[in-house]
């Protein structure tokens, strides 16, 4: 398809065709490179492991993984956790069938529990907290079978030796039942990652600001749209949402067009942009040996 | 504005104290290392004194007799490299990482373990991979398989140990 083609398609076909590339893009990071989040994650643990035994903190290949995701997402936000992390990946398609069986059995959950993630995302940190402290003081060992990241990724790779990692199979069957019901639960309310990565300072040109003087009237459907219900912060500001996942959504519906990146003239939405970062994502992963 | 500005001094603070630690650890190991290898040094010396003892009292006493005695041949022995008990080639051994079997390859040379080398490991991940490989130096140094795992690619390093561990029960003589 030419892409001039596509930038002049009505908004709904265009939203489709955007839907579609995130899909593609989310699985093509599931299948190359898998074990990111893992890999990430584990340099935060050994940096605070070897911080609890006075140790140096050598750049291993873990390190160098969380420092690349880390440097990346300081440029483009939280772009890896909307197109790349297996995990995310996994919620999005759980959410996906589960609000698809919904539609044919004409159900939806209530208004009031829609709320609940965002009341609680806060416990991602106190997830956070608690696994570095342990790393620090040395006993994470004791708790490797509770891990459901741990758990995913073995079953991921063929290995369902599960013995003694009962209370991480129990997390994950609950995380995924959470993750139909709510879209990116785990990731709003429970990733480690996730809170490491909402502590950077995110470069205000590339992400997403609205125009609110030019909104119609209380419309609010960017928030609406939004996984993680956001309000996105005005035009000059500096400020990046901790939670933005730039999955584009709110671009993608807002009636104004009033959605676009810190610097003007990107919407955020463009093919060739998402492409980009994705390209960029990908590179760097495979020199870094995801 | 606030928000930003606070999240990079935080982070600009936070990679400031990590090098800083670094620094310091860096330079006290270096210091640990200098005293231990002057310990060393002084040991060595003491060995070389008692050797050269040793070698004129069996200069003596090949002097006094024409054949060393039983008792001497057996204190021989103590300087022999077939202790170890191990035959010296190239062995092969397999076991299970993370997603699949890893082959590795046991150099043994003059009966101590040379080399740790990994034939295939095709079910791990590069990253995972790359950190398990230093239980092989780990197996060299120790010149045994009896030797930790890495935490954090704990399947994968339990995998190339094992191997090598396999591997190396075909060396014994």
């Given at each position: 398809m030419e892409l001039h083609v596509i930038q002049r398609m009505p908004p709904s076909k265009r939203k489709k065709v955007h839907r579609y590339l995130r899909m593609a893009l989310q699985l093509l990071f599931f299948l190359l490179y898998p074990s990111a989040f893992t890999a990430a994650f584990g340099g935060v643990k050994y940096i605070f492991i070897q911080l609890g035994i006075s140790e140096e903190i050598a750049l291993t290949p873990f390190v160098a993984i969380l420092l690349g995701l880390c440097i990346y997402t300081m440029l483009f936000g939280r772009f890896f956790c909307g197109f790349a992390c297996a995990f995310g990946s996994l919620g999005d398609a759980l959410h996906g069938i589960y609000r698809g069986i919904g539609k044919k059995w004409k159900r939806k959950i209530p208004r009031s529990a829609e709320r609940i993630p965002e009341r609680i995302s806060w416990i991602k940190y106190l997830v956070l907290a608690a696994i570095v402290l342990m790393c620090f003081a040395g006993v994470y060992d004791r708790v490797r079978g509770t891990s459901p990241w741990d758990v995913f990724s073995m079953v991921r790779a063929g290995n369902l030796k599960l013995t003694g990692f009962l209370p991480g199979v129990t997390a994950l069957l609950l995380l995924m039942a959470g993750m139909c019901v709510w879209e990116r639960f785990f990731c709003r309310v429970f990733c480690p990652m996730g809170a490491v990565f909402s502590l950077l300072p995110v470069l205000p040109i590339f992400s997403l600001h609205r125009d609110?003087?030019?909104?119609?009237?209380?419309?609010?459907a960017c928030t609406g749209r939004c996984p993680s219900s956001l309000e996105l912060p005005e035009e000059a500001s500096l400020e990046t949402p901790g939670?933005?996942?730039?999955?584009q959504k709110c671009i993608d519906i807002c009636p104004r067009g009033n959605i676009h990146c810190?610097?003007?003239?990107?919407?955020?939405?463009e093919l060739w942009f998402t492409l980009l970062r994705a390209l960029l994502l990908a590179a760097m992963m495979w020199r870094l040996g995801v | 504005m606030k928000n930003f500005v606070i999240r990079t001094i935080n982070l600009l603070l936070i990679l400031t104290i990590l090098l800083g630690y670094n620094t310091v650890i860096h330079a006290r190991a270096q210091q640990n290392d200098i005293a231990r290898l002057q310990a060393e040094l002084e040991e060595s010396q003491d060995t070389v004194t008692d050797v050269k003892t040793e070698i004129k009292m069996l200069a003596d006493s090949y002097a006094s007799s024409s054949r060393p005695t039983e008792k001497e041949k057996a204190e021989d022995d103590?300087?022999?490299?077939?202790?170890?008990g191990l035959a010296d080639g190239v062995y092969e051994g397999e076991a299970q990482g993370f997603g699949g079997m890893i082959a590795v390859n046991v150099s043994v040379k003059d009966g101590m373990v040379e080399r740790v080398e990994i034939?295939?490991?095709?079910?791990?991940?590069p990253a995972y991979l790359e950190m398990a490989k230093s239980v092989a130096g780990e197996i060299v140094e120790a010149q045994s398989a009896d030797v930790d795992t890495v935490s954090g690619a704990t399947f994968s390093s339990t995998g190339i140990r094992d191997a090598a561990a396999k591997a190396l029960e075909k060396a014994v003589r």
């Amino acid at each position: 398809m030419e892409l001039h083609v596509i930038q002049r398609m009505p908004p709904s076909k265009r939203k489709k065709v955007h839907r579609y590339l995130r899909m593609a893009l989310q699985l093509l990071f599931f299948l190359l490179y898998p074990s990111a989040f893992t890999a990430a994650f584990g340099g935060v643990k050994y940096i605070f492991i070897q911080l609890g035994i006075s140790e140096e903190i050598a750049l291993t290949p873990f390190v160098a993984i969380l420092l690349g995701l880390c440097i990346y997402t300081m440029l483009f936000g939280r772009f890896f956790c909307g197109f790349a992390c297996a995990f995310g990946s996994l919620g999005d398609a759980l959410h996906g069938i589960y609000r698809g069986i919904g539609k044919k059995w004409k159900r939806k959950i209530p208004r009031s529990a829609e709320r609940i993630p965002e009341r609680i995302s806060w416990i991602k940190y106190l997830v956070l907290a608690a696994i570095v402290l342990m790393c620090f003081a040395g006993v994470y060992d004791r708790v490797r079978g509770t891990s459901p990241w741990d758990v995913f990724s073995m079953v991921r790779a063929g290995n369902l030796k599960l013995t003694g990692f009962l209370p991480g199979v129990t997390a994950l069957l609950l995380l995924m039942a959470g993750m139909c019901v709510w879209e990116r639960f785990f990731c709003r309310v429970f990733c480690p990652m996730g809170a490491v990565f909402s502590l950077l300072p995110v470069l205000p040109i590339f992400s997403l600001h609205r125009d609110r003087d030019n909104c119609v009237g209380r419309c609010a459907a960017c928030t609406g749209r939004c996984p993680s219900s956001l309000e996105l912060p005005e035009e000059a500001s500096l400020e990046t949402p901790g939670d933005c996942f730039q999955c584009q959504k709110c671009i993608d519906i807002c009636p104004r067009g009033n959605i676009h990146c810190g610097l003007k003239r990107l919407n955020g939405n463009e093919l060739w942009f998402t492409l980009l970062r994705a390209l960029l994502l990908a590179a760097m992963m495979w020199r870094l040996g995801v | 504005m606030k928000n930003f500005v606070i999240r990079t001094i935080n982070l600009l603070l936070i990679l400031t104290i990590l090098l800083g630690y670094n620094t310091v650890i860096h330079a006290r190991a270096q210091q640990n290392d200098i005293a231990r290898l002057q310990a060393e040094l002084e040991e060595s010396q003491d060995t070389v004194t008692d050797v050269k003892t040793e070698i004129k009292m069996l200069a003596d006493s090949y002097a006094s007799s024409s054949r060393p005695t039983e008792k001497e041949k057996a204190e021989d022995d103590g300087w022999d490299a077939d202790e170890s008990g191990l035959a010296d080639g190239v062995y092969e051994g397999e076991a299970q990482g993370f997603g699949g079997m890893i082959a590795v390859n046991v150099s043994v040379k003059d009966g101590m373990v040379e080399r740790v080398e990994i034939a295939s490991a095709e079910g791990e991940d590069p990253a995972y991979l790359e950190m398990a490989k230093s239980v092989a130096g780990e197996i060299v140094e120790a010149q045994s398989a009896d030797v930790d795992t890495v935490s954090g690619a704990t399947f994968s390093s339990t995998g190339i140990r094992d191997a090598a561990a396999k591997a190396l029960e075909k060396a014994v003589r």
